[in-house]
């Protein structure tokens, strides 16, 4: 499934060390696979969720935790799965995780819509923690930067090199720390506001920000409405969006909502 996993002992300890585990906490780890992570989690986590899509992992799982009531495994795609129906308050929950690197993307979104958990520390591929991490005016800037940023503060704590893994992946990795912000600085209705302004934003990111607000079709404002929504703000109608803040773009997409 496109799952590369951690065999390299000393880094399994230091991630499990990073997650920095409280007495009482549930942890929530997504992919096991092997088990690389969760034979030191389970060592120190008072109760341990295991959601591994793969059934023959998945069973392999619960055999060899039988006998452990403080893990619990779940076969299923965490894509299907809100935390709000994982454990009563998602907001205390701490989730870890070696995903395939194909679906870091909607994962990571996935676990940051509301209810959001307390931390998220996934393995993903370095050139997307570099997205993650980007600031304006760099190619690596786009849509995931504005979204994870706009809700959440992200750090990088580790740098895994292709030789930790099998299969050996062709790429380097970095486990990447993401923090929710509490309270949260949005209101829902906002942060979808914001990120449908973001996603037609960089679909088109090689044009000027006036022309995506008066031509995209999910905006579609006018030359009039454009230059007015951006001269409200003090917005250049030739920026590119790689060149706005996140704070710009939820001043842009407020008071496009508004409008």
Do not use: C
């Not at 300890?13 to 007495?23: L, N, Q, S, W």
């Not at 996935?110 to 998220?120: D, G, K, S, T, V």
């Not at 600031?135 to 704590?157: D, F, I």
């Amino acid at each position: 499934m496109g799952q590369n996993f951690l065999v390299d002992p000393n880094l399994q300890r230091k991630i499990v060390e990073a997650v920095g585990v409280e007495p009482g906490e549930t942890v929530l780890e997504i992919g096991p696979g092997q088990g690389a992570l969760t034979q030191h989690l389970a060592e120190v986590v008072d109760h341990l969720l295991l959601v591994e899509l793969d059934r023959d992992l998945a069973a392999d799982l619960v055999a060899r935790y039988q006998d452990r009531p403080s893990v619990e495994v779940i076969q299923d795609d965490i894509l299907n799965l809100p935390l709000g129906a994982l454990v009563p308050d998602p907001g205390r929950l701490r989730v870890v995780g070696n995903i395939p690197y194909n679906l870091t993307t909607p994962i990571l979104f996935h676990l940051l819509e509301r209810p959001r958990p307390r931390e998220i520390l996934l393995m993903v591929q370095r050139e997307v923690a570099d997205r993650v991490l980007a600031t304006p005016g760099g190619k690596e800037y786009g849509a995931l930067s504005v979204g994870v940023q706009t809700v959440a503060q992200a750090e990088r704590v580790l740098h895994v090199p292709p030789g930790a893994f099998r299969p050996r992946p062709k790429v380097d990795s970095t486990v990447l720390r993401i923090r929710p912000l509490v309270p949260p600085p949005l209101e829902i209705g906002e942060e979808a506001a914001l990120r449908r302004l973001t996603r037609a934003a960089f679909q088109w990111r090689r044009k000027q920000m006036g022309k995506i607000l008066r031509d995209h079709p999910e905006i579609a404002l006018g030359r009039t409405g454009a230059e007015a929504l951006l001269g409200s703000l003090g917005v250049d109608f030739r920026a590119r969006p790689e060149t706005l803040a996140p704070e710009t773009f939820i001043r842009l997409s407020r008071e496009l909502e508004g409008r």
